[in-house]
T-cell receptor
Framework: GDSVTQMEGPVTLSEEAFLTINCTYTATGYPSLFWYVQYPGEGLQLLLKATKADDKGSNKGFEATYRKETTSFHLEKGSVQVSDSAVYFCALSDLGRGAQKLVFGQGTRLTINP | DGGITQSPKYLFRKEGQNVTLSCEQNLNHDAMYWYRQDPGQGLRLIYYSQIVNDFQKGDIAEGYSVSREKKESFPLTVTSAQKNPTAFYLC???????????FGPGTRLTVL
């Protein structure tokens, strides 16, 4: 079945550092890819998405590019802030299938120190 | 404002009791989902519903039940058959043409 693998955390960086969180996927179809963010004690918020190969999703300084050849969707940010501390989830959904269930990675906890 | 609400935010249950978690959305979405989140883990799908009066089991449905009598509501019952119910429960909904799901704030269930 479909699956998502994220880089293991936790990840700790200093403010203004460059961030990369790796995400690779396995899917039989042509999935849409998502990054969600979860702040402590809250639900998930959609951070960005990409629906086809070579699409770049971006939001709040975060970017991720849908790479079909490497089955990857790595999350990047050029200069992180303390407020970016959260858990980040990579996910896929195959729009070609009726239920369009989301398959999540295990999450990566990010801590940014001032 | 449109969104998804879950109640209560915190819930405590004694062993052997059934409890029902509420999920309501005013986004006019057809599909709704229930996930379970355990510490340090990703989300696992419990049940989902694509239309009123219809629902399907997800990956970890044992010990849980749902109903979908109204488009806006998708309550989840955690039964006494669920052996390890302490977790954070998240409800989500999705529109017809969108692949993205919108999440509620979650309910943290603790079994005493």
């Amino acid at each position: 079945g479909d699956s998502v693998t994220q880089m293991e955390g936790p990840v700790t960086l200093s403010e203004e550092a460059f961030l990369t969180i790796n995400c690779t996927y396995t899917a039989t179809g042509y999935p849409s890819l998502f990054w969600y963010v979860q702040y402590p004690g809250e639900g998930l918020q959609l951070l960005l998405k990409a629906t086809k190969a070579d699409d770049k999703g971006s939001n709040k300084g975060f970017e991720a590019t849908y790479r079909k050849e490497t089955t990857s969707f790595h999350l990047e940010k050029g200069s992180v802030q303390v407020s970016d501390s959260a858990v980040y989830f990579c996910a896929l959904s195959d729009l070609g299938r009726g239920a369009q269930k989301l398959v999540f990675g295990q999450g990566t906890r990010l801590t940014i120190n001032p | 404002d449109g969104g998804i609400t879950q109640s209560p935010k915190y819930l405590f249950r004694k062993e052997g009791q059934n409890v029902t978690l509420s999920c309501e959305q005013n986004l006019n979405h057809d599909a709704m989902y229930w996930y379970r989140q355990d510490p340090g883990q990703g989300l696992r799908l419990i049940y989902y519903s694509q239309i009123v009066n219809d629902f399907q089991k997800g990956d970890i449905a044992e010990g849980y039940s749902v109903s979908r009598e109204k488009k806006e509501s998708f309550p989840l019952t955690v039964t006494s058959a669920q052996k390890n119910p302490t977790a954070f429960y998240l409800c989500a909904s999705r529109g017809v043409s969108s692949g993205e799901q919108f999440f509620g704030p979650g309910t943290r269930l603790t079994v005493l």
